[in-house]
């Protein structure tokens, strides 16, 4: 069964360093997104992304954060000077253009020290 | 604002008694109601999507319901493998894609 795949699994880095977090959507999904959880809230949206281009933004995903789709088959979330409170679960998401739900990867979970 | 919210936080059943989830969401226009399982350290696991209040899913021992207000998981004499958070979502028309979360309610099931 397809499924998004997210590398790494986990990361650790200073803060202040550049992080990468990369995703392979479902291969026939349009849509991607990136999504956040904080141990023990909830899964917030940062960026959804259409068409090569950005199609939504939350007021978190600020200039520290910018995505990419590289080549045909991996979408990436770079976050440029990392912080303490960027310590999070990442997923990422992918959706068919004819369905409303989308599926998520197993996420990465950063830690900055 | 919280466009959903789900309860209870957290529900421990006897393996075998059946219970219900909720989740009430007060987007105006609703684009779609989702639910997903989370277990520890991993990603959200799509379960279902529903459109239209009086709609109803089911797979295996779950059966979503929505209403115009809230929807609920139904959850039939669940096992121990049923243990994980279900997570409730919303999609809100006109407003674009993003899905919107609540946080969850957390299912222990005690064999």
């Not at chain 1, 998004?4 to 990468?20: A, C, D, F, K, N």
């Not at chain 2, 959903?4 to 421990?12: D, G, I, K, M, N």
């Not at chain 2, 979503?64 to 493998?81: C, G, M, R």
């Amino acid at each position: 069964e397809p499924e998004v795949t997210q590398t790494p699994s986990h990361q650790v880095t200073q803060m202040g360093q550049e992080v990468i977090l990369r995703c392979v959507p479902i291969s026939n999904h349009l849509y991607f997104y990136w999504y956040r959880q904080i141990l023990g809230q909830k899964v917030e949206f940062l960026v959804s992304f259409y068409n090569n281009e950005i199609s939504e933004k939350s007021e978190i995903f600020d200039d520290q954060f910018s995505v990419e789709r590289p080549d045909g088959s991996n979408f990436t979330l770079k976050i440029r000077s990392t912080k303490l409170e960027d310590s999070a679960m990442y997923f990422c998401a992918s959706r068919e253009t004819s369905l409303e739900e989308a599926f998520f990867g197993q996420g990465t979970r950063l830690t900055v020290v | 604002e919280d466009q959903v919210t789900q309860s209870p936080e957290a529900l421990r059943l006897q393996e075998g008694e059946s219970s219900s989830l909720n989740c009430s969401y007060t987007v105006s226009g609703l684009r779609g109601l989702f639910w997903y399982r989370q277990d520890p350290g991993k990603g959200p696991e799509f379960l279902f999507t529903l459109y239209s209040a009086g709609e109803e899913k089911e797979k295996e021992r779950l059966k979503a319901t929505l209403t115009k207000k809230e929807s609920f998981l139904h959850i039939t004499a669940p096992k121990p493998e049923d243990s994980a958070t279900y997570l409730c979502a919303v999609k809100e028309r006109g407003t674009g894609n993003q899905f919107y979360f609540g946080t969850g309610t957390s299912l222990t099931v005690i064999p």
